[in-house]
């Protein structure tokens, strides 16, 4: 074979990120609210969150896709048996 007729290449872990929105309706009730020095409540936002995110888990709660990010993968290692690569070439 020709020296010329060689190529070469390098494998990458890439990492894809999809990124998706969803809107939830988070009920306002004791669960997120904590009260003021003065005897009214406020939001906890840390509770708002936490409870957004439990109803973000249900089934029903239709998520978008909103965009996708590609990065190489943090963790480099060999490729795992039975993993395919696409060569370029």
Known sequence: MDDQAKTYSIQLRLRRVIYEDAYVAVPVTRAIMMPRDDGTFVINPEAFKAEALGIGNLPNVEWQFESSQ????????????????????
């Open 70 to 89: 590609t990065e190489p993968h943090p963790l480099q290692g060999p490729k795992p048996e039975g993993r395919t690569s696409l060569d370029a070439f």
